[in-house]
Every structure is written in structure tokens, then in C-alpha cells.
């Protein structure tokens, strides 16, 4: 049975080794220490529908695109983020176990030549030859000349205006099918079917990597600027809720099977506590 709902949500994803690969360390070796046995990874990756042929190919391309950064002990490999990957999911890890932190209000950017990547990257949106417009989230490094921006009259008319600054169709779609997917786990978990360890892994896997999808691509408006039936908040509900219904066990088959430069990785540690207490009072 087990079997049959981790297919089911394995097959209902679009996965990527290499996309992966990143998800399995930001959610488990990185708050463990930060580095991974090759063969643990391709036990997990095994898990994960992924041949050895293809898991050491991901790591290889990892590798060259300085992502993971490799060590070996004897006949052994290691691997961990490198220092640039580890800052971006740390960004990530933030949005995706912190305490939701909404947007304050608005900016407006004067940024001649802003590259697209960028824009998308800062949740920009174009409304001028050089001007862009972006929720005002803390910690964001402004490029170019920045205003702040607080509309006094018209807050009414923001959700038809994001809708055409923003593909905000595209990301409520993203979030109702994390939702459709994963949904399914509730009534089987509230009912005390807990999956063995190794299962509660791998679903725990792919519902981060898939809400983290849905997260990373979506600008985070200000409340007011979105549509009455917008999924995000329904999707964090049922991010956390099932994040620690599958923790407990997922912790556990890590703390006896994931192995690290100094052995067998610990099932917890202070950093996924918190991640979990963070998770709890969503």
C-alpha cells in the first residue's frame, strides 16, 4: 500500500535529479552538517525513481555547475552544497520552515537593464521603459533606484492590476495541484496509518520539493492585491500540517540509514526542532 501511494505521488511530479538532488540536501544534510556518502544519496535517489547511472550524472553536472562541492576518504565520495548553493536554499529554507513574513507594502524600482532572470528572481514586474513594481519584502537587495510606495485611495482596484503585472493564474494553478496531490496523505495519516519509515521519507521529499516549486515562483503579494480564492495559504496549511505528521518517522530512517563524513548523520538536531516548532504554529 505503502508502495502504491509513493508511486502514485512520484508519478504525479515532473522530477529532476539534479532539482532533486538540491531538495534532498536542503531538507535533510544541510541542517545535519551538510555532507552526504554518495551512496546514501543514490540509495535515496533509488527511492526516488532514479537509477544510479542517473544519480551520479546529476552530481557530476552539480559539481561543474559549482553546486555541490565532492571530497573523498579513501574510496569514498562526499559531497556537499556548495557555499553559493547553500546562501540561495538557506533563502529558501526561510520562506519554506520560518514564520511567514507577508509583504509590508510596495516598491518601485528605476533599474536600467535588469536582466529578466533578475526580475523574475525579485518578483519584479515591468510598468515602464525602466520601472518596475514589487511587493516589499524584508532583505531584499533593491536594484537600482528604489521608492517606497503605499497607494492612499484605489487599494480595491490592486487585485485587477497584479493580475496584469503578474501570471498569478499560472501560480495559483502551481499551489492547487501541490494541494490535489498531497491531500490524499491527510486522511490516512489522521487515522493513525503512518507510513514506514523509508515511505515517510521519500513523500516528506516530494511534498518539499513540490510546495517549495509553488513558493519560490510565487511574488508574494500583499494580501490585498490578491484574488479572494487564493490558494497559497490553503497549501501552507497543508505544507506544515503534513511536514510533521511524516518528520517523526522520516527523522528516524535517516538517523539509521544517511550517512555523513563523521557516520551515521543524527536523526535531529537544534536546526530541524526549529523547524518544526516554526512549522507548528502556522
Known amino acids: 500500500m505503502a508502495e502504491t ?14 532539482a532533486m538532488i538540491v531538495t534532498i ?67 529558501a529554507a526561510r520562506l519554506l520552515y520560518g514564520k511567514p513574513v507577508p509583504a509590508m507594502g510596495w516598491q518601485f524600482h528605476h533599474a536600467p537593464g535588469l536582466s529578466d ?12 521603459a525602466d520601472l518596475w513594481l514589487r511587493p516589499d519584502h ?4 533593491a536594484p537600482g533606484l528604489c521608492f517606497l510606495a503605499d497607494p492612499p485611495s484605489g ?11 503578474w501570471p498569478l493564474d499560472r501560480h495559483a494553478a502551481d499551489y492547487r495541484a501541490m494541494i490535489a496531490q498531497f491531500a490524499p496523505l491527510c486522511p490516512r495519516l489522521a487515522a493513525g496509518g503512518a507510513l514506514p519509515p523509508a515511505a515517510a521519507l521519500v513523500a516528506r521529499l516530494l511534498l518539499v520539493h513540490a510546495y517549495r516549486g509553488a513558493l519560490l515562483r510565487d511574488p508574494r503579494l500583499p494580501e490585498a492585491a490578491l484574488p479572494d480564492d487564493w490558494p497559497g495559504e490553503a497549501a501552507r496549511t497543508l505544507f506544515a ?28 538536531t537544534a536546526e530541524t526542532q526549529a523547524r518544526l516548532l516554526a512549522l507548528a504554529e502556522d
Open 155 to 165: 487599494q480595491g482596484d490592486l487585485p485587477a492590476l497584479a493580475a496584469t503585472l
Open 5 to 18: 501511494l509513493i508511486t502514485t505521488l512520484r508519478d504525479g511530479l515532473a522530477l529532476r535529479a539534479p
Open 138 to 141: 524584508p532583505g531584499f537587495a
Open 241 to 268: 500540517q503534513l511536514y510533521r505528521a511524516l518528520s517523526p518517522a522520516a527523522d528516524s530512517y535517516i538517523g539509521t540509514r544517511f550517512e555523513g563524513g563523521a557516520g551515521l548523520l543524527p536523526a535531529r
Open 25 to 91: 540536501y536542503g531538507d535533510v544534510v544541510v541542517p545535519r552538517g551538510g555532507v552526504l556518502w554518495m551512496g546514501t544519496l543514490i540509495e535515496i535517489g533509488a527511492a526516488l525513481g532514479f537509477s544510479e547511472t542517473l544519480v551520479r550524472t546529476a552530481v557530476s553536472r552539480l559539481v561543474a555547475a559549482g553546486q555541490l562541492v565532492g571530497e573523498r576518504e579513501g574510496r569514498r565520495s562526499f559531497y556537499r552544497l556548495a557555499e553559493g548553493a547553500r546562501q540561495e536554499f538557506s533563502a
Open 117 to 128: 532572470d533578475a526580475a523574475r528572481r525579485g518578483a519584479l514586474a515591468r510598468v515602464g
